[in-house]
């Protein structure tokens, strides 16, 4: 029993996994929005829930601090990190607007925002959207199942098209590390200038 859930995870993971080679020219185009932004002194901000909070932490860390090679800190952050911004937000304004407000702080039109969503409908995150595009920030959806109320408002939707969350995550992490590999490889050796 064990080994059939088992051996059928991975078989699940293939399969998904071999539906991201069509997105190659897209992630380049992620790549590419990032790197611009962050040689015009911008900044990457990612924001998701649950597992995709965790991952929007992760991704950042990799670009704040090293990847795979030495490099100049890269200008990143996620927005699930503050727990008393979060929970004054939360309980003022409603957990919709957890993120929203932050990027109405933080952001600038020369940054990116990241939004992480595996059903593409969390409430908090679509306001984070919809916030950044007020303020003029190029915004990128790591989404997933059928992209939800997100792919109809990011400028770049990356949709995992499978209904298992798992799934999701696993590729969204793979789409965020091969972002943070590229993102690197243009910053190695250059100074904060």
Do not use: W
């Not at 002194?41 to 670009?63: P, R, T, Y």
């Not at 007020?134 to 209904?163: C, F, H, Q, R, Y």
């Amino acid at each position: 029993m064990r080994r059939k859930i088992i051996k059928e995870a991975i078989e699940e993971h293939k399969k998904v996994l071999s539906s991201l080679e069509k997105y190659i020219p897209l992630i380049e185009k992620i790549v590419s929005l990032c790197i611009s932004s962050l040689k015009k002194g911008g900044k990457i901000v990612f924001c998701g829930n649950g597992g995709s909070a965790a991952d929007s932490q992760h991704l950042a860390a990799e670009l704040v601090g090293r990847f795979l090679k030495e490099k100049r800190p890269l200008s990143s952050l996620a927005l699930s990190t503050n727990t008393s911004i979060l929970t004054a937000l939360g309980n003022d304004y409603g957990f919709e607007y957890t993120f929203s407000k932050q990027i109405e702080a933080l952001l600038k039109p020369k940054d990116i925002l990241i939004a992480i969503s595996t059903s593409g409908n969390s409430k908090n995150v679509i306001e984070a959207v919809k916030k950044a595009k007020e303020i003029k920030a190029k915004t990128i959806g790591l989404l997933g199942k059928k992209g939800g109320e997100l792919k109809k408002i990011v400028d770049l939707p990356l949709i995992i098209k499978s209904n298992n969350t798992a799934r999701i995550q696993e590729m969204h992490i793979l789409v965020g590390h091969i972002l943070c590999k590229l993102i690197e490889e243009e910053f190695i050796g250059k100074s904060n200038k």
